[in-house]
């Protein structure tokens, strides 16, 4: 069965420093890719989202993921990071020619100090 | 364009009882998913409807059913609660429906919990 893997349930950064988020799926047949983030008390925002089009996907608040399939990552980064994107941050894969339904990782929590 | 509604925000229930959640889908979507999010943990999925009808289940026991009505808005309805069932409940409506990989937008969630 798919799964996803995120590395790091809690990295913590300075405020203008990079933001590396590690993810990696299991599936031989690359599959849809998603980043969601959740901030406390709220639902998932999409940040960004990769289908088979450019292997580098940007998204908003300037993150952005590069799929890489020899390595079965798609790991998020910011070049510099603001306090507020303090969050949570799922990765999540959906397996094509599947529902669509959306198995996530367990998260990581993105702490930014001033 | 409204985004995705549930309703209730938050809710308190005891061991045994049922419970009813609701989730209006964002506007032009058709169909709905299902996310249960325990503490500290991944969203994992429950089910998906498309027109009406479930289009796919997650590793979730019977007592887990759902609707989904002919204005694609839908219930999440558990029956028989358990402790563990004390979770976030996320919806979350996309465009399409078998097969496809529109991207799903997620409701705030309503917050259970079981005692």
């Known amino acids: 069965a798919q799964s996803v893997t995120q590395l790091g349930s809690h990295v913590s950064v300075s405020e203008g420093a990079l933001v590396l988020l590690r993810c990696n799926y299991s599936?031989?047949?690359?599959?849809?890719l998603f980043w969601y983030v959740q901030y406390p008390n709220q639902g998932l925002q999409l940040l960004l989202k990769?289908?088979?089009?450019?292997?580098l996907v940007k998204g908003i608040n300037g993150f952005e993921a590069e799929f890489k399939k020899s390595e079965t990552s798609f790991h998020l980064t910011k070049p510099s990071a603001h306090m507020s994107d303090a969050a949570e941050y799922f990765c999540?894969?959906?397996?094509?020619?599947?529902?669509?339904?959306?198995?996530f990782g367990k998260g990581t929590k993105l702490s930014v100090k001033p | 364009e409204t985004g995705v509604t549930q309703s209730p925000t938050h809710l308190i229930k005891t061991r045994g009882q049922q419970v009813t959640l609701r989730c209006s889908s964002q506007?032009?979507?058709?169909?709905v998913s299902w996310y249960q999010q325990a503490l500290g943990q991944g969203p994992q999925f429950i089910f998906q409807?498309?027109?009406?009808?479930?289009?796919g289940r997650g590793n979730f026991p019977p007592r887990f059913s759902g609707l989904q009505f002919p204005n694609y808005s839908s219930e999440l309805n558990v029956n028989a609660l358990e402790l563990d069932d004390s979770a976030l409940y996320l919806c979350?409506?996309?465009?399409?429906?078998?097969?496809?990989?529109?991207?799903?937008?997620f409701g705030p969630g309503t917050r259970l919990l079981v005692l």
């Open positions: 979350a409506s996309s465009r399409g429906g078998a097969g496809t990989q529109e991207t799903q937008y």
């Open positions: 599936s031989s047949v690359p599959p849809y």
């Open positions: 990769y289908t088979s089009a450019a292997t």
């Open positions: 999540a894969v959906s397996d094509r020619g599947s529902q669509g339904n959306l198995i």
């Open positions: 506007s032009g979507h058709n169909t």
């Open positions: 409807y498309y027109r009406e009808e479930e289009n």
